[in-house]
């Protein structure tokens, strides 16, 4: 048994997500292989080795495969695929893009958003926008899955023994997609997948206005990530990638404090992993007070500077 | 041009989902259903590509129960021109109705299939993307902006740090993000007309695909709930609390 990590990278740096999907394949026998794709991997290469549990690592470097598109990588990993029994990728943009182009071919089921590994065979996965969790068992010949990062805590440590290097022979790659600009927005701050705190905004913010002025010197003070509602999103107080919830970001920081934001189902599917939870609505019935530590009951305009100032 | 739309019936996203009393699956009788709200807005999508002129046809299909029926309805009265049901009882997973999805448009022949990007009950983000696989097409997924040029696809995508445009050849499978467009409601005449509309129906077993469940489910159960907090009524007692109970901040 065999396990295959792709690793999602940024900017060509690896991500620090790589650490939680090695956690989450520990409870599988066998090998870890790591696979990195991209180009100009060098650097990203340099941080593989250091990475605990690894056995080898893979080096898919190419010019055409700088703009991830998901029809190439999903070639480069079926070129090496059936050497393994699991394929591990996170459940984000870059993983859920390309990882069921992979299953289809293999012709094995994919599973989704897996937040328990127990053995090689068995898995659970919330259902329903994480209302439910489903236990389930497979016994395919390959079993690909998304890992849902915050699930897991990240393995610690380096590597004692050193992994071999193997530099992939490049199948012919499709060329039906081509990559026409990318809009990554340039933030100075934590990331909102891997902050320790999260500052998030929903429609009680009122404005695009009053969700910079208020938020930014808050989330300074606290060196924290922001986060949004849909609704902020929607109504443009905050960029897409800024969404929490069953259709944004998943996350579970230490800290989480939800500033106007009434606590929708698909909202709470994003935060409710959160170690500690702050509600600041100034409506008592509102749903996020259910899930939250600590609830405040207030108008948002003026407990957040007092709360800014006094921090 | 000619546009499919798989949709899917699930349960209404205002309900709260309850396991089975004995584990075994989620509680649906009796609950109200819907169109799984991203497919709304991959019809949407099609529908008005359509009045734009630039699709010729909308063909609405679902794969599920005779039930699903009710969900072919709706598309038809949203404007859809035809309907299909891929019948099946059982479990329909995602690789299967992506391969029953496969023989409909191998007979059809659509240039651009618009998806949502996952259905509200399983969250599987996987049939869209396992369909453009089998078809060996390209995919654009998680789809903000579609502009039709003329073989290609021109896509804005929601990705996990901003966006990204893809330029795809045709055909090609869309799926759809939330902010893709905002969905119109059916009118009642437009109720009335979609019973005269054409809704075909197809048996799975008929189309040679094994159906067969592969992911075995063991049990269904509800995530340990947050014990409720407190309730703070001061700014001053908040911060308090986080420095010296909940010890997050410092
Ligand atoms: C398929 C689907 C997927 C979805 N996915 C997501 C998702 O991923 N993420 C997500 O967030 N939502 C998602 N939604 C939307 C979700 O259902 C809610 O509509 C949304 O979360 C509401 O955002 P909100 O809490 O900001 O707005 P509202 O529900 O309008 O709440 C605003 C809150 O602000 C409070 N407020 C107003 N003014 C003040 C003030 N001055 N001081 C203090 N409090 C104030 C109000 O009391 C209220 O509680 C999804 C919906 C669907 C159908």
């Not at chain 2, 699903?68 to 038809?76: M, P």
């Not at chain 2, 592969?214 to 009524?233: A, N, Y």
Request: aromatic share 4%.
């Amino acid at each position: 048994m065999t396990t295959l990590i792709v690793a999602e990278l940024e900017k060509n740096q690896l991500k620090e997500s790589v650490r939680q999907l090695i956690a989450a394949s520990t409870p599988i026998p066998g090998e870890k292989h790591l696979l990195i794709m991209g180009h100009q991997l060098d650097k990203a290469l340099a941080e593989c080795q250091l990475l605990p549990h690894i056995s080898k690592i893979i080096v898919a470097d190419d010019a055409s495969l700088s703009d991830e598109s998901a029809e190439k990588m999903a070639e480069v990993v079926l070129s090496i695929a059936e050497q393994y029994s699991h394929i591990l990728t996170p459940a984000t943009a870059f993983g859920k893009n390309f990882l069921p182009r992979v299953a289809a071919r293999l012709d094995v089921p994919q599973l989704s958003e897996v937040i328990q590994v127990k053995d090689a065979e068995h898995f659970s996965r919330p259902i329903y926008a994480g209302s439910l969790i489903t236990d389930v068992k497979v016994t395919e010949k390959i079993i690909p899955m998304t890992i849902r990062i915050s699930a897991f805590d990240a393995v610690q440590g380096r590597n004692a023994n050193g992994a071999t290097i193997e530099k992939l022979s490049m199948p012919t790659l499709p060329n039906i997609s081509q990559r026409v600009s990318l809009n990554l927005h340039d933030s100075t701050r934590p990331q909102l997948d891997s902050a320790k705190v999260v500052v998030s905004g929903g429609r009680g913010l009122s404005s695009q206005e009053n969700f910079h002025a208020l938020l930014e010197p808050l989330a300074d003070k606290l060196n924290a990530a922001l986060g949004a509602s849909r609704a902020a999103v929607d109504l443009g107080y905050a960029p897409n990638d800024y969404q929490v919830g069953q259709t944004g970001k998943i996350i579970a920081p230490n800290l989480y404090i939800a500033v106007g934001i009434s606590g929708a189902i698909q909202h709470l599917a994003g935060m409710k992993n959160a170690k500690c939870i702050v509600a600041i609505n100034k409506d008592p019935d509102a749903p996020i007070h259910q899930v939250s530590d600590y609830s405040l009951v207030g108008d948002l305009n003026e407990v957040i500077p007092e709360l800014t100032s006094k921090l | 041009m000619k546009i499919l739309v798989p949709v899917k019936r699930v349960l209404d996203y205002n309900i709260k989902p309850r396991a089975k009393a004995d584990g075994s699956g989620v509680e649906l009788t009796g609950l109200k259903m819907s169109m799984n709200p991203f497919d709304e807005i991959a019809l949407e999508e099609a529908i008005r590509l359509k009045e734009k002129g630039i699709a010729s046809e909308v063909v609405a299909v679902s794969c599920g129960q005779t039930s699903s029926q009710d969900t072919l309805r709706t598309a038809l009265a949203l404007g859809a021109d035809r309907a299909i049901l891929i019948e099946h009882d059982g479990e329909f997973e995602p690789l299967a109705v992506a391969k029953c999805l496969v023989k409909l448009i191998e007979q059809e022949q659509p240039k651009i299939v618009i998806c949502g990007k996952q259905a509200i009950d399983d969250d599987a983000n996987q049939t869209g993307q396992m369909l453009a696989a089998l078809l060996n097409w390209s995919q654009a997924t998680f789809a903000s902006k579609v502009e039709v040029e003329e073989d290609r696809l021109l896509v804005t995508r929601e990705i996990d740090g901003g966006l990204e445009t893809l330029s795809v050849t045709l055909p090609s499978v869309v799926t759809t993000d939330l902010r893709l467009n905002d969905p119109r409601f059916a009118t009642l005449p437009n109720i009335m007309k979609a019973k005269k509309k054409p809704l075909e129906t197809i048996q799975a077993n008929t189309l040679g695909i094994d159906l067969t469940p592969r992911v075995t489910i063991l049990g269904v159960r509800e995530p340990d709930p947050r014990s409720s907090g407190v309730r703070v009524d001061s700014v001053d007692s908040l911060i308090d609390k986080l420095k010296h109970e909940a010890k997050v901040i410092a």
